[in-house]
């Protein structure tokens, strides 16, 4: 139905978005780079949706193993972005920790620092538990944990439905114990708030890193001969 509407209406930005989520959630990835590609004349011109239209395309790549293109869509991802300061950086995040769980983003280094360095405003500000996991992301990967545990210390909940305020910390502070390798205690928070995670916010298809990063924990703690 998806297609279809795609097909009629070729312009309809919503419709190429439910659509591309839609082949995400089933896994559909080829499909979906195929998509992104043969339309991209009539999202590539949206202002508002074609960073995230991007991201979606860089997944798709990434997931189809196709890593020069992947890195080709990232790249003109992060070069729409309306300047350094901009707070557009959920899916650069987002893309790049999926490279960093399979030890590929090393060339990242740079980018990762900046990141977290344009993310420690969330640390004190009252933003949504979505902005913070990714700030803490961002943290992570440059091993900055103190910057972590002073989120989890800032995080008073004000404003924030008080199941979601329990998730988000849960989350962060699985976040916190993945980057110090305490992969037993990361995975068992991580488990018992997942029910809960999608009052953290985002889509499911963005919700995903915390999935891969469980998977990552819970291969952590396999004993490897």
């Excluded at 790249?75 to 999926?98: H, M, P």
């Excluded at 980057?179 to 499911?204: A, N, V």
Aim: charged share 25%; proline share 2%; with cysteine.
């Amino acid at each position: 139905m998806g297609l279809e509407s795609v097909r009629l209406i070729p312009h309809n930005i919503y419709g190429i978005h439910a659509t591309a989520h839609a082949l995400h959630e089933m896994g559909h990835w080829q499909e979906l780079s195929s998509l992104l590609i043969d339309c991209k004349p009539a999202w590539v011109e949206n202002e508002g949706m074609r960073m995230h239209v991007y991201w979606h395309l860089a997944i798709a790549h990434e997931r189809c193993n196709e890593v020069e293109q992947a890195l080709q869509a990232f790249a003109e991802l992060c070069e729409l972005k309306d300047s350094t300061f901009a707070k557009q950086d959920l899916d650069a995040v987002g893309f790049l920790w999926r490279l960093r769980l399979k030890d590929t983003d090393s060339k990242f280094d740079a980018m990762w620092k900046r990141l977290a360095l344009l993310w420690t405003g969330s640390v004190y500000e009252s933003t949504s538990y979505f902005h913070k996991i990714h700030a803490a992301l961002a943290f992570s990967a440059t091993n900055q944990t103190f910057l972590i545990e002073k989120q989890i210390a800032e995080s008073d909940g004000f404003g924030i439905e008080p199941e979601a305020h329990r998730t988000g910390l849960e989350v962060l502070k699985g976040i916190l114990l993945f980057t110090l390798e305490r992969y037993h205690e990361s995975l068992e928070l991580l488990l018992t708030s997942r029910d809960q995670w999608p009052l953290l916010g985002g889509s499911r298809a963005q919700r995903e890193i915390l999935d891969l990063t469980l998977e990552y924990a819970a291969f952590k703690t396999i004993p490897h001969r």
